[in-house]
C-alpha cells in the first residue's frame, strides 16, 4: 500500500468512527506491515465503537499475544468477551 492509500484509508476512518469494520482491517493491514503501534491504536479505536464488534478485540488480543504481551491479550479478550455479552 503506498502513501496515497495508506491516507485514504485513515482519512476514511477518521471520517467514519463508527465503522468498526474499517478500523478492523486497519489494524490487520498495519499488524501485517509491522506497524505494531499503529494497528494497536486503529484496534483501539474499533473497540470504542458501540454497539460493541467483537472480531476487534480478537485481533486486537492476537496482536498482543503475538508480540508476547500475553497478559494484555487476555485482558482484552476479556473485555471483548463481556462486551459481547
Known amino acids: 500500500m503506498n502513501h496515497f492509500q ?5 482519512s476514511t476512518c477518521a471520517t467514519t468512527p463508527r465503522a468498526a469494520p474499517l478500523w478492523l ?13 499503529r ?5 483501539e479505536s474499533g473497540a470504542g465503537v458501540t454497539p460493541p464488534y467483537p472480531p476487534v478485540f480478537e485481533a486486537w488480543a492476537e496482536l498482543e499475544w503475538s508480540v508476547g ?3 494484555r491479550a487476555r485482558e482484552i479478550a476479556a473485555v471483548g468477551a463481556a462486551a459481547a455479552g
Do not use: C, H, P, T
Not at 482491517?25 to 503501534?37: C, H, I, N, R, Y
Not at 494497528?39 to 484496534?43: E, H, I, L, V
Open 69 to 71: 504481551d500475553e497478559d
Open 25 to 37: 482491517e486497519f489494524g490487520l493491514f498495519e499488524a501485517e506491515a509491522g506497524e505494531v503501534q
Open 6 to 10: 495508506i491516507s485514504l484509508s485513515i
Open 39 to 43: 494497528a494497536r491504536d486503529a484496534f
